[in-house]
């Protein structure tokens, strides 16, 4: 995976109703951005959510990691803890920080993500029925989900709920809830972790599974460059889930071009190759595309598919992804126009 560089900003929203403040961090080419809602006495400045956003950056995210208290509301909540259990309450200020987004120049047009924990979960669920259309993926780590049993049913962004392996109250809150959601939602589980995920390398897992639920469902970097002073792409080694390129690693579904590389492929049919699929590469007009169908070799052009890339002069050759990236080299050597589309795992 190549690494955006993104600069942290201090900052405060000013809202119709109060002023918020938060960190905000848009790395170049993002296209869209992770609000974080903090849990029970936490805020922007927590370490863990800051480790998730600068991981979430890295892949090309912008992040907003909020504080959805003031400075007042923080010193009364701290001796009578009720603003951090009022769900209402908080995914109104998120919803608030969430329409600053749509209404900001830099960041107009961006999908939008919410990263919620404990309770800050909760009210991500609450706060994502305002907005529909904006919000287009969610993940909870540790989170509260059984405090919006209520709204649950109506929530229509994609939920990733993510709980430690000790954290046995949890996840029974979790099942329950996700019981209640009628939209796509996944619950893991993460073996040895404890609610705040303490142990050594789990937030790392939390953070990688985090990202690679927004890539499936929010825009990422359309490409990033390769490849330069004018050399071709060159796939240097590639192990079950792990590929590099040119010297950089990416552990995703990926497209790779003579000059550039499309990371975070996503596919309307996880083993489906469909026109929609491949629409930058038949832009791209190559003598010939090289997929990578996995280890098992799970992944297939559907019939439609391979007589739409004949009838546009494109070769095709299908092979378990083991073989195909050497095929790609082959082909990059011999000059052809050649592209390769891998899928990394199964």
Request: hydrophobic residues 40%.
């Amino acid at each position: 995976m190549i690494e955006q560089q993104s600069q942290q900003e201090d900052l405060v929203i000013e809202t119709r109703e109060v002023t918020l403040r938060a960190i905000l961090a848009v790395p170049e080419k993002a296209r869209s951005i992770v609000l974080f809602a903090h849990g029970a006495g936490s805020s922007r400045h927590s370490p863990r959510n800051q480790h998730v956003a600068q991981k979430l950056q890295e892949a090309g995210l912008a992040t907003l990691l909020l504080d959805l208290l003031t400075e007042e509301e923080e010193r009364i909540d701290m001796y009578t803890g009720r603003l951090r259990f009022d769900i209402p309450f908080l995914a109104g200020r998120l919803d608030a920080a969430t329409g600053w987004v749509l209404s900001h120049e830099q960041m107009s047009g961006f999908d939008i993500g919410y990263f919620g924990a404990s309770t800050g979960a909760a009210a991500a669920l609450v706060a994502c029925i305002q907005r529909p259309e904006a919000v287009r993926a969610i993940v909870s780590r540790g989170g509260r989900p059984d405090l919006a049993l209520n709204v649950l049913p109506e929530v229509k962004p994609p939920v990733l709920l993510i709980v430690g392996g000790k954290d046995t109250e949890v996840i029974e809150m979790n099942r329950q809830a996700a019981k209640k959601l009628t939209t796509e939602h996944e619950l893991v589980i993460v073996p040895g972790a404890s609610h705040l995920f303490e142990e050594p390398g789990k937030l790392d897992i939390v953070a990688d599974l985090a990202r690679s639920w927004f890539a499936q469902h929010v825009r990422m970097p359309a490409e990033v460059s390769s490849a330069g002073g004018g050399r071709r792409n060159h796939i240097d080694a590639y192990s079950f889930g792990r590929i590099r390129v040119s010297g950089d690693d990416f552990d995703d579904d990926l497209i790779v071009f003579p000059d550039k590389v499309e990371p975070y492929w996503r596919r309307r049919e996880a083993h489906s190759l469909s026109l929609t699929d491949l629409e930058t590469v038949i832009d791209y007009s190559p003598d010939l595309l090289v997929v990578g169908t996995g280890v098992g070799g799970r992944l297939h052009l559907d019939p439609t598919m391979r007589e739409t890339l004949r009838q546009k002069g494109i070769d095709c050759i299908e092979e378990h992804t083991d073989r195909a990236w050497q095929i790609f080299n082959e082909e990059i050597e011999h000059d052809r126009k050649v592209v390769g589309a891998f899928h990394l795992t199964c």
